[in-house]
């Protein structure tokens, strides 16, 4: 470091450190939860660390240093390996949405339509509901349902509906729901041990075949999205919480990823899975499953705010037999989370 101004060398430090953090991640979705479960929370702070090392790529070319060939070599490797969650532009191919075999899917994360009145805004359920009618998806998923929907004639569009719920500790429940124009012929729930959360799914008859829909809601963090938490929260205790979720994810990946190897109908996955495409809750339960924001999707595919900084902890996944037409993520607040829809079309017949 011959040359370089002692503000340079402190820079430098720094450099290295979110170098190694990068490098880090590279790693996270090949390990077992279990073996490194508190580094797994490097999965959710991906996106971030790339931005800064490319912002070190920058200050060092501009300082014309070649400093800029430690970040430059991992931001390459991460982008060979892992994959940018950045899109910058995917065609959609609109000629075949109204054709037969294409069927449209909405994923949200309700927050129980705003029970608790978490947003100030009034009317939240009725802007639920008439934002769904607007876009008018053949199913709709939603995790966090609020209870009444299970007797109540809510989107009465849809013919055909799943609405389960499973009591976690205290008073805690978490409701997944699923509603069809398809005709459900099975339904069944996953519920994860020791969890307020769980994964459903239902077979649907889409003309003549068999369609599995799984609404996934994985471990949640439970940790409001707010520098003053992390702040008042014991760093220790913060990444001793955090692994914990981290293996709890991982295990509910596992089960939700048995069934799934199990059946023998084709597969829509779609859900909150609390985490990034980084992680390895997303790489068990993806497997070779398409992506559809990957697939079609465009800019950050943002269905979460973390300190303002935009997330894709929401999926819409589906198998070989389906060809993506379509994605779109909505920028609706409506919830903590964002919604998010995709069009496919079924392509072959077992």
């Known amino acids: 470091m011959k040359n370089i101004s002692f503000f340079d060398k402190i820079i430098f430090t720094i450099n290295i450190l979110v170098a190694l953090v990068l490098?880090?991640?590279?790693?996270?979705?090949?390990?077992?939860?279990?073996?490194?479960?508190?580094?797994?929370?490097?999965?959710?702070?991906?996106?971030?660390?790339?931005?800064?090392?490319?912002?070190?790529?920058?200050?060092?070319?501009?300082?014309?240093?070649?400093?800029?060939?430690?970040?430059?070599?991992?931001?390459?490797?991460?982008?060979?390996?892992l994959g940018s969650f950045y899109q910058f532009y995917n065609i959609e191919d609109n000629s075949d949405l109204k054709k037969d075999k294409t069927l449209s899917l909405?994923?949200?994360?309700?927050?129980?339509?705003?029970?608790?009145?978490?947003?100030?805004?009034?009317?939240?359920?009725?802007?639920?509901?008439?934002f769904v009618a607007v876009h008018d998806p053949d199913i709709v998923c939603f995790q966090e349902t609020l209870y009444s929907m299970k007797r109540n004639n809510a989107l009465s569009q849809y013919k055909y509906k799943f609405v389960d719920f499973v009591y976690g500790e205290g008073r805690d429940k978490v409701i997944q729901s699923i509603y069809s124009k398809y005709p459900i012929?099975?339904?069944?729930?996953?519920?994860?041990?020791?969890?307020?959360?769980?994964?459903?799914?239902?077979d649907l008859l889409?003309?003549?075949?068999?369609?599995?829909?799984?609404?996934?809601?994985?471990?949640?963090?439970?940790?409001?999205?707010?520098?003053?938490?992390?702040?008042?929260?014991?760093?220790?205790?913060?990444?001793?919480?955090?692994?914990?979720?981290?293996?709890?994810?991982?295990?509910?990946?596992?089960?939700?990823?048995?069934?799934?190897?199990?059946?023998?109908?084709?597969?829509i996955v779609v859900?909150?899975?609390?985490?990034?495409?980084?992680?390895?809750?997303?790489?068990?339960?993806?497997?070779?499953?398409?992506?559809?924001?990957?697939?079609?999707?465009?800019?950050?595919?943002?269905?979460?705010d973390l300190w303002k900084f935009p997330l894709r902890i929401d999926y819409i996944l589906a198998d070989e037999n389906f060809e993506v037409l379509s994605h779109q993520n909505f920028d609706q607040h409506l919830s903590d989370h964002y919604p998010v829809m995709a069009t496919l079309r079924l392509t072959s017949h077992q």
């Not at 981290?246 to 990823?257: G, T």
């Not at 790489?283 to 800019?299: A, M, N, P, S």
Request: aromatic fraction near 14%; glycine fraction near 4%; charged fraction near 20%.
């Open 106 to 130: 909405m994923s949200f994360n309700a927050r129980s339509f705003n029970e608790l009145k978490q947003l100030k805004t009034e009317g939240i359920e009725d802007s639920i509901y008439h």
């Open 206 to 267: 889409v003309e003549e075949d068999t369609v599995r829909v799984y609404n996934l809601h994985l471990q949640s963090y439970r940790i409001v999205p707010g520098l003053r938490t992390i702040q008042n929260e014991e760093s220790s205790k913060l990444f001793e919480k955090s692994g914990r979720v981290m293996l709890k994810q991982y295990e509910q990946a596992k089960l939700v990823k048995e069934n799934m190897d199990a059946t023998p109908y084709k597969k």
């Open 271 to 304: 859900g909150d899975f609390n985490n990034t495409q980084y992680s390895n809750v997303y790489k068990i339960i993806k497997g070779d499953l398409q992506d559809t924001f990957l697939e079609k999707g465009k800019g950050f595919g943002r269905t979460y």
């Open 185 to 202: 012929v099975h339904i069944d729930s996953i519920n994860f041990p020791n969890s307020s959360n769980n994964a459903i799914y239902a």
């Open 23 to 81: 490098a880090i991640s590279l790693i996270v979705p090949y390990v077992p939860a279990q073996l490194i479960s508190f580094l797994a929370l490097v999965s959710l702070i991906v996106p971030f660390v790339v931005l800064l090392n490319l912002l070190f790529v920058v200050y060092w070319l501009l300082k014309r240093k070649r400093n800029f060939m430690l970040s430059c070599f991992l931001l390459v490797l991460w982008y060979l390996l």
